[in-house]
C-alpha cells in the first residue's frame, strides 16, 4: 500500500493515515511524502512503516514533478490512498489529478486530495471519495446545507453519475456505488468530529481494499469499525478528549468484536 500525504504543516495527517492502515491488517506500507518531511520524527512515530522521499515544488509541499517516480512505485502497490495532509498547492493539486486518472490500482482520494479533482472528475474508475459536508458540497458546486438536506439521495446520484463508491462522512456516514448499493453507518459518536479523524478512516478503507475487498464492501466495514472504535474510545477516555489516535489504539478491539 502507498499513501501519498502530508506538507510541511500537516505531517501527523500522514502519520495518522499510514498507522490506521498498519492496525487494519495491511501488511506492508509505504509513505510518500515530500523529501524535507523524511526524517527522524516521522520514522520514530512510525517504525513500521517505510517511507519514500519524494520531488518538492517547494520545501515541504509535494508537486508535480513527483509523479514520475509514484508512478514507478505504483507497479508495485495494490491500493493507494492520496489526499491526507497534502495541501493545495497548484502544482500539489496537477499532481492529484494526474494520479486520479491514471493509475490502474484501487485508489482512495480524501481531504486535499477532494479539492484537487473537484471540477475534474472525468474518468473515474476504481476510485472510493471520502468527503465531509463541505467537501461534496464543493465536489457538486452546491451548499453544505443542500447535502445535508438529502444525504443519502446526493451520495447515490454522485456515485452513479461519476462512477465512484462515495463515502459522504458525518452522522450516520452514507456509503453509495455506481451499482446502487447504500448503506447508513450507526457506529460513531459526536467525539469523533476531531482533527484525524478522517485520516484514520482513508487508511482503514484503503487497508481493507488491499486484502482483496470490493470498494463497496471495503468502505462499509472501514466505516462500521471506524465508528466502534470510536465508541470503545470514547467509553474510555470520554468524547469530549478523544483524539484520532485513540481510534487507531481501539482498532483490534473493534476487529475483535466484530468477528
Known sequence: MLVLAGSARFSGAAVLCAEAAMRSGAGLVTLGIPKSLNTAIIKIKLKEVMTLPLPEVKEGVLGAGAFSRINSFIKSCDVVAIGPGLGRDTSTERLVRKIAVSVNVPLVIDADGLNAVAGHLQGFRNRILTPHPGEMARLLGVSSSKVQADRKGIARKFARDHGVTVVLKGHHTVVADHGNNV????????????????DVLTGMIAAFLGQGLG???????AVYLHGLAGDLAAKEKTEISL?????????????????
Not at 481501539?250 to 475483535?256: H, R, T, W
Open 183 to 198: 448503506y447508513i453507518n450507526t457506529t460513531g459518536n459526536p467525539g469523533m468530529a476531531t482533527a484525524g479523524s478522517g
Open 215 to 221: 470498494a463497496f464492501e471495503a468502505a462499509k466495514y
Open 243 to 259: 483524539l484520532a489516535s485513540d481510534i487507531i489504539a481501539k482498532i483490534p478491539e473493534a476487529v475483535k468484536r466484530s468477528i
